[in-house]
């Protein structure tokens, strides 16, 4: 269990009570500042440092703004919307990657988050090394690494080169590792960015066969999906996110029905 909040907001405290969910998120933003004065030159640093130019205000981006929701044990809700609409963002701070500008998120539960898949891998090291670490990263103990290791080793399926360094790895073979380490651990959140969109059609068949599974077993999963074919069949609901915003939330047809509607 965490909870990440912004050091600058203060919330009420009848805003914290208790709830059921997993996951609740209060009046979460996150916002992206990006400097477009930087002293690339030794003429700018003269008029900026010696005749102390004032610096503007590097703007800044609302990538999430104002969002609250909340989702509850045992739900698989899926995330739409177009590109920099705020999906990846989200997960990253429910996942404690980003620190909400303002605003607060809670989590009870042990989670995964497989947002870049191969992200934490190390490109000189085995497979097996890989595996080893990655698991750590996600809070595997070792005797849980050690008794899921069968479990993991046949899941990724990757034939007999897993002490080869994973430089030699083509994309979906190291996505088949990251995987099966995320879906054959005992945790209670599973957060996925895009990750039914990689491997061949057999791997994300297995992939959707061990979702519904986890699902059946009382886990709670958050997928982030441009293709809604991986969606329909495995969320019980879905939010549509537009520029940081709930445009809708509820039932997975009606949403995606609308959001196609939409685009």
Request: charge should be neutral; charged fraction near 25%.
């Amino acid at each position: 269990m965490y909870s990440l909040a912004a050091s600058n907001q203060n919330l009420p405290k009848s805003s914290k009570v208790s709830t059921p969910a997993v996951i609740t998120v209060r009046g979460l933003s996150k916002r992206f500042y990006y400097d477009r004065h930087r002293t690339n030159s030794l003429r700018q640093w003269f008029i900026r440092s010696v005749l102390r130019h004032p610096v503007p205000k590097p703007p800044q981006d609302f990538s999430i703004e104002d969002l609250s929701l909340s989702v509850y044990r045992g739900e698989t809700v899926g995330i739409v919307g177009s590109n920099g609409s705020g999906k990846s963002t989200l997960l990253r701070v429910i996942a404690g990657i980003y620190r909400p500008s303002s605003g607060e998120v809670d989590c009870s539960g042990e989670l995964a988050a497989v947002l870049e898949l191969g992200s934490g891998f190390h490109k000189e090291l085995t497979g097996t090394d890989n595996i080893a670490t990655y698991a750590a990263a996600l809070g595997l103990s070792r005797v849980e690494l050690r008794k899921r290791w069968p479990e993991i080793v046949a899941f990724a399926d990757i034939g007999d080169v897993l002490d080869k360094p994973i430089k030699h790895y083509s994309t979906g073979m190291q996505a088949r590792l990251a995987l099966g380490v995320a879906l054959c651990g005992e945790f209670d959140i599973l957060l996925l960015d895009e990750a039914l969109s990689v491997g061949d059609q057999g791997f994300r068949h297995k992939v959707e066969a061990r979702l519904k599974q986890y699902h059946a077993d009382g886990g709670t999963l958050i997928l982030v999906s441009h293709d809604l074919n991986h969606l329909r069949p495995l969320c019980t609901r879905v939010i549509w996110l537009r520029e940081g915003r709930i445009v809708a939330d509820g039932d997975t047809e009606t949403v995606l029905r609308d959001y196609e509607n939409a685009s």
